[in-house]
């Protein structure tokens, strides 16, 4: 494969195609290549199969605006001119950085999903005017596979994906992508997280109040394996925090029950986030951050209170922005 650097080198005088005149998925196979992106050959479907239904539910949710507000403090951390996000989803995270960082001259997107890759095309490419002069470029493939030339990006980007590759692919493969990451980035440059986090020492009292919530739980609990932490108390349930507030955020979505199962919302407590980018090389800085939700259609069936504050844990989830920087 040529070396990235060279092959934009080489074409600057605007012989490469412009992306926003592309159709969506005539540019895929072209471009795989240009920024060290390289896949190997292997499966077209996605890791989790998805109904049309689901991915529309997980769309609405991605694009909803207090998703995107939220994703907004994400911004003052990008620096650099050449960004990658790893895992795009339908877009909104791209297009916010298109319209809200000045300096950028490359944005790369990489996503696997032909439904958000689709999506995201469309909403990138749909008025190339407001991308101003940025070379915005979306390319189809496996984040978990992804070669990346080294020391080329200024920021990578990883929003709400690193909770996915650790309940498809295990905590390697989220050490693998964090490596591959710290290669790609030149000197100074920096990995800006945003995730979900374990709150270890903290417990919640669960209480259920109806048929369907319990024979969910049961589901829930089987699905861990044993590894849930559990007491009982009269009839309520003691368990840690995370795992009452992720039972109840799976609870609520109306479409994927199966797919919601294997997922693990709160992959890593920020020690453990810490550790796992420090051996790398990465110097971190993190924050934590609350981010609100409507959760009232829960109320009757179920109710989460934090075991020593008593405070409500069904209004918001709590999420980590780490900036890691090599």
């Given at each position: 494969?040529?070396?990235?650097?060279?092959?934009?080198?080489?074409?600057?005088?605007?012989?490469?195609?412009?992306?926003?005149?592309?159709?969506?998925g005539a540019y895929i196979e072209t471009w795989k290549d240009l920024?060290?992106?390289?896949?190997?050959?292997?499966?077209?479907?996605?890791?989790?199969?998805?109904?049309?239904?689901?991915?529309?539910?997980?769309?609405?949710?991605?694009?909803?605006?207090?998703?995107?507000?939220?994703?907004?403090?994400?911004?003052?951390?990008?620096?650099?001119?050449?960004?990658?996000?790893?895992?795009?989803?339908?877009?909104?995270?791209?297009?916010?950085?298109?319209?809200?960082?000045?300096?950028?001259?490359?944005?790369?997107?990489?996503?696997?999903?032909?439904?958000?890759?689709?999506?995201?095309?469309?909403?990138?490419?749909?008025?190339?005017?407001?991308?101003?002069?940025?070379?915005?470029?979306?390319?189809?493939?496996?984040?978990?596979?992804?070669?990346?030339?080294?020391?080329?990006?200024?920021?990578?980007?990883?929003?709400?994906?690193?909770?996915?590759?650790?309940?498809?692919?295990?905590?390697?493969?989220?050490?693998?992508?964090?490596?591959?990451?710290?290669?790609?980035?030149?000197?100074?440059?920096?990995?800006?997280?945003?995730?979900?986090?374990?709150?270890?020492?903290?417990d919640a009292r669960l209480q259920l109040h109806t048929a369907y919530?319990?024979?969910?739980?049961?589901?829930?609990?089987?699905?861990?394996?044993?590894?849930?932490?559990?007491?009982?108390?009269?009839?309520?349930?003691?368990?840690?925090?995370?795992?009452?507030?992720?039972?109840?955020?799976?609870?609520?979505?109306?479409?994927?029950?199966?797919?919601?199962?294997?997922?693990?919302?709160?992959?890593?407590?920020?020690?453990?986030?810490?550790?796992?980018?420090?051996?790398?090389?990465?110097?971190?800085?993190?924050?934590?951050?609350?981010?609100?939700?409507?959760?009232?259609?829960?109320?009757?069936?179920?109710?989460?209170?934090?075991?020593?504050?008593?405070?409500?844990?069904?209004?918001?989830?709590?999420?980590?922005?780490?900036?890691?920087?090599?």
């Amino acid at each position: 494969m040529a070396d990235l650097a060279s092959i934009i080198a080489s074409n600057v005088n605007g012989s490469l195609p412009t992306p926003g005149r592309i159709q969506p998925g005539a540019y895929i196979e072209t471009w795989k290549d240009l920024f060290g992106l390289s896949f190997p050959a292997g499966a077209e479907t996605e890791p989790v199969a998805r109904s049309e239904a689901q991915q529309a539910e997980l769309q609405a949710y991605l694009d909803s605006p207090e998703h995107v507000r939220d994703r907004e403090k994400l911004l003052e951390h990008i620096r650099g001119s050449r960004v990658l996000e790893l895992g795009s989803g339908s877009g909104s995270m791209l297009e916010l950085i298109s319209a809200g960082h000045h300096n950028l001259s490359m944005l790369v997107g990489v996503e696997f999903s032909p439904y958000f890759f689709q999506h995201a095309a469309a909403k990138l490419f749909a008025d190339k005017a407001r991308n101003g002069d940025a070379q915005i470029f979306l390319v189809r493939g496996d984040v978990t596979q992804t070669s990346i030339t080294p020391s080329f990006f200024d920021t990578a980007v990883m929003t709400s994906i690193v909770h996915e590759i650790k309940s498809l692919y295990g905590v390697a493969a989220v050490e693998n992508i964090f490596e591959n990451v710290y290669g790609g980035l030149a000197p100074g440059g920096s990995l800006v997280v945003y995730d979900g986090f374990r709150r270890p020492d903290e417990d919640a009292r669960l209480q259920l109040h109806t048929a369907y919530s319990s024979e969910r739980f049961d589901e829930y609990v089987a699905a861990r394996n044993g590894e849930l932490a559990l007491s009982y108390e009269a009839d309520e349930v003691i368990l840690p925090v995370s795992d009452a507030v992720e039972f109840a955020t799976k609870l609520q979505a109306s479409e994927g029950w199966d797919v919601e199962l294997r997922e693990d919302y709160y992959p890593f407590s920020l020690a453990q986030y810490r550790g796992i980018l420090e051996d790398i090389g990465f110097r971190i800085e993190v924050k934590t951050f609350s981010e609100e939700i409507d959760q009232s259609a829960l109320a009757e069936h179920i109710t989460v209170h934090n075991y020593a504050t008593g405070a409500n844990e069904l209004t918001a989830h709590h999420n980590a922005l780490i900036v890691a920087r090599k």
